[in-house]
């Protein structure tokens, strides 16, 4: 390769919680640059996860982050060409893209539920996904699913 990689941006914590994770969530969830609105319906959000989740001993911020480890593919299928037929080899996935894909989805499966506000859906689904359903954590199945079955051509690995 010609050029050099170029330099990881450095993401600044999010205002209430001082958290990394959280800024990264929102910079998913925003659209056309619009950051402040993003904020307001992750935290809305979080405070629906509250009040409907108050029996759990947890902080919503931590119901948040273990539905997203629920939600967290480890090996995903790729496309490879090998003397004219197509594979799908499994392979595993690296931590930033893992941590990605997990939050793309929970923010893509939140989008398309039916509902009033983006914060009532994005709480329905941290909520699904915190208790391993929905549709976020059944496409990590079906990701897991894939992989398990193209498990024989796990050696054409690259």
């Known amino acids: 390769m ?9 993401i600044l914590p999010d205002p209430v ?3 990394q994770k959280v800024s990264k969530f929102v910079n998913h969830l925003m659209y056309d640059g ?3 609105i993003s904020y307001q319906i992750f935290y809305n959000a979080l405070d629906a996860v509250k009040v409907k989740m108050s029996k759990e001993e947890k902080s919503p911020l931590e119901i948040w982050k273990q539905a997203l480890d629920n939600i967290t593919p480890q090996v995903e299928v790729k496309s490879r060409r090998i003397g004219g037929a197509t594979f799908q080899v499994p392979t595993e996935i690296r931590p930033e893209r893992k941590e990605s894909i997990s939050m793309k989805n929970l923010i893509a499966f939140a989008r398309k539920r039916s509902g009033k506000s983006m914060a009532d859906k994005l709480a329905a689904e941290i ?3 915190y208790n391993s359903q929905g549709g976020a954590f059944k ?4 990701m897991h699913r894939m992989a398990e079955a193209n498990r024989a051509f796990a050696h054409f690995r690259f």
């Open 127 to 129: 909520m699904d996904a």
């Open 17 to 19: 919680f001082n958290d």
């Open 2 to 10: 010609r050029k050099a990689k170029p330099k990881k941006r450095v």
């Open 34 to 36: 619009k950051k402040t």
């Open 139 to 142: 496409r990590k199945e079906d």
